[in-house]
């Protein structure tokens, strides 16, 4: 039996029959044509045509002119692709993207197709393991304003984070391969500091360094930040392309988690009528692909996405996917501690929280910065207002933190 992927879109247009889109959408990305078709062709081609699964048309009686749409889902034989992302979604989405107002929403892959790909080599429960945390939520903290810098400054910057009591540094995305702080330097470096931390504050600490250069370079500079004692990779998968991020997540000489940067995103999940739903990209996608963690903008910072497709985007992460462990979510952009009872209300414990500008902008500094989150993922687990665990003794780094930034009810 042949397994099938599906792919569900919507489209919009206020006059068409949208069952005929349906059809013309499952033989045009198929097998062409097949009207036309002479029958002993038809016989042969049968295996390849993609099939209607279901049109739903949304056309209540109020309808206003640009509302009308129909969730279109087609079956896609997997004997039309190979087993990798690339030709999946150029087989679902491909000409058809430029095709009018339609947005790629979900995709079911099979079974079969799935089986190739080992997705995240540690995922949530593999990193929690790494770090030795179980019972709350991770934070991680995000080098800031780096560019410039050289390695003693850098070494400082990333000593004063992990001071704070993060679980995890993760590099700027926008930090490339440069004459200052080069990769397997600045591993070093940091490794360093982190080393150090530890034994200040008895805590493990994963850095994710920025895995960037030529595609055909990348493997080989992730085996050097390894090598170089790099616990963790930062990857600006959407720059690189999905199929880049599962090469890598695949290889087995690159045993460290893998944080997916989501640069780029805005350009395709945003829009209503275009492009690629946001749980798909930055959930199901990544996840096959390999991510461990995945950044996505959250409803509340500075960089916001609506709380119903946020939390779409977690349960693509954690929802139980083919054989894939599940990906660490990590709500990100403008968060700071007066946000972290929603986040943790959203997404439970399972959750990083991430900040770069809402630590290093502290009042107090970098290191009052990350212990001001840390009594806020207390404070909100407890179930304390943060007012008040702020009013208590040795609660100054979040007090101060609630003065700058306010609490969001
Ligand atoms: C959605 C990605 C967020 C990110 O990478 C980043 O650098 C956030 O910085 P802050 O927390 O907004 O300063």
Known sequence: MIGHCIATYRAYDDKADFNKKAQGIAVGLTVGSWTEMPEAQKQHMEKHLGKVVSVQVHEPADLQPGERYADISIAYPDINFSRDIPALLVTVFGKLSMDGKIKLIDLEVSESFASVFPGPKYGLEGIRNILGVHDRPLLMSIFKSVIGYDLPNLQE?????????????????????????????????????????????????????????????????????????????????????????????????????????????????????????????????????????????????????????????????????????????????????????????????????????????????????????????????????????ASQPGHEPLAAAIEAWGVRE
């Open 157 to 389: 910057q990333f000593y004063r984070q992990a001071l704070g009591g993060v679980d995890l540094i993760k590099d700027d995305e926008i930090l490339f391969e440069n004459p200052l702080t080069p990769l397997e330097k600045r591993v070093e470096a940091c490794m360093e500091a982190a080393r150090k931390a530890e034994q200040a504050t008895g805590q493990k600490l994963l850095y994710a360094t920025n895995l960037t250069g030529p595609t055909s370079k990348l493997a080989e500079n992730a085996r050097k930040a390894i090598a170089a004692g790099a616990n963790a990779l930062l990857f600006n998968v959407l720059a690189y392309g999905f199929d880049a991020l599962h090469e890598l997540s695949s290889d087995p000489s690159i045993n460290v988690p893998i944080a997916a940067h989501p640069a780029m995103a805005g350009a395709l999940y945003p829009s209503q009528h275009y492009g690629i739903s946001a749980p798909l990209l930055l959930g199901k996608l990544m996840r096959l692909a390999g991510a461990d963690l995945v950044l996505f903008p959250s409803p509340y910072g500075s960089v916001v996405m609506p709380k119903e497709e946020n939390l779409a985007v977690q349960k693509a992460l954690i929802n139980d996917m083919h054989h894939l462990k599940a990906s660490f979510p990590v709500p990100s952009a403008g968060i700071h501690p007066g946000l972290v009872p929603l986040i943790i209300g959203d997404f439970g414990l399972d959750v990083v929280v991430n900040a770069g500008g809402g630590i290093h902008g502290h009042p107090l500094g970098t290191e009052a910065g990350g212990q001001a989150f840390r009594q806020a993922i207390t404070a909100a687990m407890k179930g304390v207002s943060l007012r008040d665990a």
